[in-house]
């Protein structure tokens, strides 16, 4: 989600009923996508392209973190209760979202602060792939630090091993990719607000086709356990993976290239999306993980004859899809056991009182009303 101007609303609860819906994805511009960058990288640091909303300072960082566990706190001990958790467990791989903090942050806090290794992959949607004509391929970049609110975030010296250990067909090394790409700017505030000390491993993933997808998650779980194998890492306590995704993006308004408003655009339209957000989450990430699973949500969301058309607008089909079949992968062959997912948070735009950060001097960046918002969701998996 990314525009202008705001209506705020509380809505009421009602029922649902699950319609999948068919469109053409289409990108913005090359010129428009380079136009994105609001702080331009410096030679080996990382620039940043969103400022407003996402924390770039400690005291937004600090204001925001202790805001979001301030009003989470009895959920956090309601999923505690629920799911068997504490406050100290690790999650090996976590979803979180990657809208303005001032809409998501407190839903992306209850899987942020169970990601406790030193060494993340983050995972994210390319959200231009299509403009830089890239599919089917992982996307890394070449920066050795990212921007943080608490200083530089320093990637780990584990992306240049992986990247010699993968089939040269399999990646592609993109500067200006990275740099334009805000899914995974977003996690690095919260995750260094919980890990000062935390590396990152930043990969993009592009519209990708099913089969191969199967086989870029196979190769980079050849290239990841070897170095998990060879260096006596363990998995949740010295690395993890996070995946970056917004839910759907809903309305008929405003949107630059999605149509999806199946439900309709009142409140009980609202709601129904919400229940089937909630149904998809629910149906495919939680419980006992499978890739017969995972291929399932990928069906649900794309259009395998044509993945350039969507069935359901999550930005992240492609990106959820992959971290899922990777990390399922990745269990089998560190742990040899199944991966199991724990549905934490679900909310939108329109469901929660926002984060107060317009004394941060940041705010939102794209509409938030029944005609145009986005569904948040938190899951993490051990």
Not at 99 to 127: C, F, P, S
Not at 159 to 169: N, V
Request: hydrophobic share 40%; charged share 20%; with cysteine.
């Amino acid at each position: 989600m990314k525009n202008s101007k705001i209506t705020f609303l509380f809505i009421p609860v009602i029922i649902l009923t699950m319609v999948p819906f068919k469109n053409s994805f289409a990108q913005i511009p090359l010129k428009r996508v380079l136009q994105r960058v609001t702080i331009p990288a410096h030679g080996d640091l990382r620039g940043l392209i969103d400022t407003i909303g996402f924390p770039h300072t400690a005291k937004q960082m600090d204001f925001i973190g202790n805001y979001c566990e301030h009003k989470e706190k009895d959920e956090f001990l309601n999923n505690n209760k629920k799911y068997n958790l504490s406050d100290s467990t690790p999650f090996i791989f976590g979803i979180s979202p990657h809208d303005d903090y001032t809409l998501a942050g407190r839903t992306a806090v209850h899987i942020q602060r169970h990601i406790h290794a030193k060494t993340v992959i983050l995972i994210g949607n390319a959200h231009w792939s299509e403009t830089f004509g890239i599919r089917d391929k992982l996307i890394f970049g070449d920066f050795k630090f990212w921007r943080g609110p608490y200083g530089k975030v320093k990637i780990s010296p584990y992306r240049d091993e992986i990247t010699a250990h993968l089939p040269a067909k399999d990646y592609v090394v993109n500067r200006t990719v990275i740099e334009t790409e805000h899914s995974l700017e977003a996690l690095v505030p919260f995750l260094q607000y919980f890990n000062r000390q935390v590396e990152i491993i930043p990969i993009l993933f592009p519209f990708t086709h099913w089969n191969k997808m199967n086989d870029l998650a196979e190769d980079l779980v050849n290239a990841v356990s070897k170095i998990i194998k060879e260096n006596n890492l363990t998995l949740g306590k010295d690395v993890a993976v996070l995946c970056s995704s917004d839910g759907m993006h809903y309305g008929d308004y405003g949107w630059s290239y999605y149509n999806y408003h199946p439900f309709g655009c009142n409140a009980a339209g609202y709601q129904k999306a919400m229940d089937y957000d909630a149904a998809l989450v629910t149906k495919f990430l939680t419980d006992k993980i499978t890739i017969e699973k995972d291929h399932q949500l990928f069906d649900s969301l794309i259009d395998e004859q044509n993945i350039s058309h969507y069935k359901v607008t999550w930005c992240g089909r492609f990106s959820i899809t992959f971290a899922v079949n990777f990390v399922t992968r990745l269990m089998n062959e560190v742990e040899h056991r199944n991966l199991t997912g724990y549905f934490l948070r679900h909310s939108s735009g329109l469901n929660d009182a926002w984060v107060p950060v317009r004394k941060l001097h940041m705010g939102i960046t794209g509409d938030v009303n029944l005609h145009h918002f986005v569904t948040y969701f938190a899951v993490g998996f051990k």
